[in-house]
C-alpha cells in the first residue's frame, strides 16, 4: 500500500488544519486514481483531501476487485503506532522504484533480515529514525535517511473513521469478476464500513456519462461494451472519439466542467450496488455528490 508524497507536510500539520479525508481504493492503476486527484485539485480543494490508495509497485499486476480487498485489509490494519517489517520492505521498494538507482534495494532487505528474524515482527515507530540511520548509514545516505523519513511520513496518513471516508471503487467487469467474487467484495464492504461504488460494465461508463452524446447511445451494447480491436473496448473508443481519451491519458478538463451534468445522468441509470451486478448503470456520481457536500459543510 502507498500514498502520494505530497500528502505529507499535510499530515505533519493536519492537527492544526485538518480537512476531511476521502481514502479511495479503485481497481485501475491510472484511470480512476487520475481522475480523483485531478478532481481534489478542482472542484472540491478547499475543505476536502482525495487520497488514493494505490498498490505497492510490486502488486500492479494485481487488478482483480477481489485484491482490494487486501488492499483496505491491510489499511485498516495499520498501526499508527507500530510497523510490521514486510510492510517496511515494501514501502522501502516503492520509494526505490520513484527513485531509482539510490540504494541497493537488496542491501538493504538483507541488513533488515540480519535486524530482524521474521517479516511479521513490528517495529515501534519510535524506533525508526535510529533504524533508517543504520540502513542508509554510511555519510553519503545521511541525507537519503531524512528523505525518507518523510517518505514514510507521507505513507502513514492517518485514517479517522468518525471524520473520514474509506471507499472502494470498481468495475463489473463479467470476463474477470465472477458474481461470487461480487458478492465477496459486497459483504466485506457492509462488514468493514467501506463504501462501495461500481460501474457496469466500467469506469469508462460514469467518464461517458459527462457527456450528451451517451443520450443517444445503445444501452445494450454500452452494458456488452464489446472489443472493437486487441487493445480497446467500445467505450472508450466512444470516449476518444469525443475527447481523446485514452485508459493512460485524458485531459481531466473536459470532464471538469460536466461534473454535475454526469451526475443528474447516472440518475437515468442503474444505482443500487446491488442491481449493479447485472445492469448498466454507475453510482459513482453518489461518491462526488457527497464529497462536494461535505466541502460544503465544512
Not at 528523505?147 to 496518513?157: C, M, R
Request: aromatic share 12%; net charge negative; charged share 30%.
Amino acid at each position: 500500500m502507498r500514498i502520494k508524497e505530497p500528502f505529507a507536510q499535510e499530515r505533519l500539520s493536519e492537527e492544526k488544519n485538518y480537512k476531511a479525508k476521502y481514502f479511495i481504493a479503485s481497481e485501475g492503476q491510472t484511470t480512476e486514481p487520475r481522475y480523483f486527484e485531478k478532481l481534489n485539485q478542482s472542484i472540491i480543494s478547499e475543505n476536502v483531501t482525495i487520497i488514493n490508495i494505490l498498490r505497492d509497485y510490486a502488486n500492479l499486476g494485481n487488478s482483480n476487485p477481489t485484491y482490494l480487498i487486501k488492499l483496505l485489509q491491510e489499511f485498516l490494519n495499520s498501526s499508527d503506532s507500530e510497523i510490521s517489517v514486510a510492510e517496511l520492505k515494501n514501502k522501502i521498494a516503492n520509494w526505490a522504484h520513484e527513485n531509482p538507482s539510490k540504494i541497493n534495494l537488496n542491501v538493504i532487505n538483507d541488513e533488515l533480515d540480519k535486524i530482524y528474524k521474521s517479516n511479521k515482527y513490528k517495529i515501534p515507530y519510535a524506533d525508526l529514525e535510529n533504524l533508517f540511520m543504520r540502513l542508509f548509514k554510511s555519510d553519503i545516505y545521511k541525507d537519503l535517511a531524512s528523505h525518507f523519513s518523510l517518505y514514510f511520513i507521507a505513507q502513514d496518513v492517518t485514517y479517522s473513521p468518525t471524520t473520514d471516508s474509506l471507499n472502494m471503487v470498481i468495475d463489473r467487469d463479467k470476463d474477470s469478476f465472477t458474481e461470487e467474487q461480487y458478492d465477496e467484495v459486497v459483504k466485506f464492504c457492509d462488514d468493514n464500513n467501506v463504501n462501495l461504488y461500481v460501474s457496469n460494465p466500467s469506469f469508462e461508463f460514469w467518464l461517458l456519462l459527462h457527456f450528451k452524446e451517451i443520450e443517444y447511445e445503445d444501452n445494450q451494447k454500452l452494458l456488452e461494451n464489446p472489443k472493437v480491436n486487441n487493445s480497446r473496448r467500445y467505450l472508450e473508443k466512444r470516449l476518444h472519439d469525443i475527447c481523446k481519451y485514452t485508459k493512460t491519458k485524458f485531459s481531466f478538463e473536459h470532464f471538469e466542467k460536466n461534473v454535475h451534468d454526469a451526475i443528474l445522468r447516472e440518475k437515468n441509470y442503474e444505482e443500487n450496488v446491488i442491481k449493479l451486478k447485472n445492469n448498466l448503470g454507475t453510482n459513482v456520481g453518489k461518491l462526488v455528490v457527497q464529497i462536494i457536500k461535505t466541502k460544503s459543510e465544512n
